[in-house]
Every structure is written in C-alpha cells, then in structure tokens.
C-alpha cells in the first residue's frame, strides 16, 4: 500500500446526509424568517455547525446575541439527530463496505475525519460502530476546515504522520485542509474536479487503485 492511513471525510463520502442537514437548516430558518434554500446550502459544505449558521444568518433582517445563536444551532442539531434516526445499514453502499474492507486487508490503517459533532452517531446508523481504528470528529477539534486541525488528530491518533496519510474528502474546504496539513489527497464529487486535489475519482472504489505503489 502507498499510504499506511487513509482518513475519510463522513458525509458525501462514507455516507450521505447531505440532505437532513439541508431539512434541518430549512426548518430552522423558517421559523425565524430567514430565507434559506438548495444554493445557500451548498455553501455549508465542510464547515462547522457555527460558523453554517453565520452564513444563514447573513439575510437575517435582525442581529442575533451569540446565546440566541448557540440556542438555533441546538434547534438545528436537535432538528437534524430525529432525521438521522431514520438511517439504517441500508443506507451504507455496498461499494464502500467492499472498498473499505479491500483496503483493511491491504493493510491500511482507517480513520473519519469529520467537523460533524454527530460523527460517531452516524457510525453507529449505518452499521460502522468501532469500524474505523480512530474518529477524528467535532467533539474533539476547535477549528473547521479548511483548518487542517481535524486530519492532523486523525493521523495523530492512528500514529502517522500526515505524508503517510490519504485524505478522502468531497468538499473544497476539505481538500484546502489536507494541502494544509501536508496530506496526500483524493477526490470525489465537486473535489474531483479541484485543481489542488491529488487523486480526483470517479467513484468510492476507485481508491484502491490510487492506493497502490
């Protein structure tokens, strides 16, 4: 194997919950008047649940305290934990159990690196518990991507160091946060279209082979 770890972004990578996130946000932000829809929520992408809520917030017609802000993204998160209540092992592609099983035998050490607090809950939904040998999430950082912070614990915690590491993200933000911890990179979706990104994909599979001397 080139790389003895790689360190996966959660949502749009692993597993989708793309779209809870943009039902919760919704929900949230109409209740308060602010408008709020698919565009604005592609710009949510890979940031933290703080600083999400001050992109929403810049069509607010008022100024929110930072307790009334901590209290609608409590709204939010509680709004989007129920969603994420309907998820099950269905919801795991049989593509990337098969491509992360192929890489464990190849002798890869797995690691999430994720801004999301709810990280391990989603583990747990989709049938991945204990999976990963370390979780690198927003319980545990105090900087979001493109702050390389959440991928440096990761390799931290698997005893690497980040030249040995491949970062799997979907996001811009995320590949900006690899270059900027010194990691190796691959790219799905809009990521595999960035100039930055070092192995753009078209699918989760084709990993293996970018993973390979």
């Not at 972004?9 to 109409?30: E, I, S």
């Not at 949510?44 to 703080?50: A, E, I, P």
Request: aromatic share 8%.
């Amino acid at each position: 194997m080139k790389y003895k770890g790689i360190i996966f972004d959660l949502d749009g990578v692993v597993c989708f919950t793309d779209q809870y996130h943009y039902q919760a946000w919704k929900k949230m932000a109409d209740r308060i008047g602010v408008y709020f829809d698919e565009k604005i929520n592609n710009r949510l992408r890979g940031v933290s649940r703080m600083e999400s809520l001050e992109i929403i917030l810049e069509r607010s017609t008022r100024e929110y305290s930072e307790e009334e802000k901590k209290e609608l993204a409590a709204e939010k998160n509680e709004l989007y934990r129920e969603l994420l209540g309907s998820m099950t092992p269905a919801d795991l592609s049989g593509e990337v159990k098969e491509t992360l099983d192929r890489l464990r035998e190849g002798g890869a050490k797995l690691a999430i690196g994720s801004s999301s607090k709810n990280a391990k809950m989603i583990l747990s939904r989709i049938g991945l518990e204990g999976y990963f040998d370390a979780v690198s999430d927003g319980t545990n950082i105090s900087r979001s991507k493109p702050d390389p912070e959440v991928f440096l614990k990761a390799a931290e915690f698997l005893g690497l160091e980040p030249e040995e590491c491949l970062v799997v993200e979907d996001a811009k933000a995320g590949i900006d946060a690899a270059c900027a911890g010194g990691f190796d990179s691959a790219g799905l979706g809009e990521a595999a279209q960035y100039e930055r990104t070092t192995y753009p994909l078209n699918s989760f599979s084709d990993l293996w082979v970018c993973c390979q001397e």
